[in-house]
């Protein structure tokens, strides 16, 4: 298995755990999809069966996400740290960070187009009896 392979099936298989870490969460179902597409994005990268484009368009949505994400202040991502909503915008905030990092990563591992159909057809066209 190729480098790539390798990461972006870890990284699939991390994104499930977080995604099945939010099922408390208030706002769960906005935070599972988040996960899961990520991971989804990143099995597709390990069959090579995703473009570079969907890629970095999921960056970026990933990383405006961040951005909107950045708590009002940093208190860390301890309980008992601080105001348990600035806790809970900085946890949103690196997983959005994570994900964007990765999804940017494959992009730049990723050719500019992938292999949606088998170079070569896996039948043989034949003469028509006519």
Do not use: C
Request: glycine residues 6%; charged residues 15%.
């Amino acid at each position: 298995m190729a480098f790539k392979q390798i990461l972006s099936t870890l990284m699939g298989i991390v994104f499930i755990v977080f995604a099945a870490m939010q099922y408390n969460d208030p706002d769960a179902a906005i935070w599972i999809a988040t996960y899961l597409v990520a991971a989804i994005f990143s099995f597709l990268v390990s069959f090579n069966r995703i473009n570079q484009a969907i890629l970095l368009v999921a960056f970026v949505a990933y990383a405006v996400g961040a951005v909107f994400f950045w708590p009002a202040k940093w208190e860390g991502i301890a309980i008992g740290g601080g105001d348990i909503k600035n806790i809970e915008e900085a946890r949103e905030f690196l997983g959005l960070v994570l994900t964007s990092i990765t999804m940017l990563t494959f992009a730049l591992f990723s050719r500019s187009r992938a292999r949606l159909h088998p170079k070569k057809p896996i039948y043989q066209q034949g003469k028509w009896a006519n």
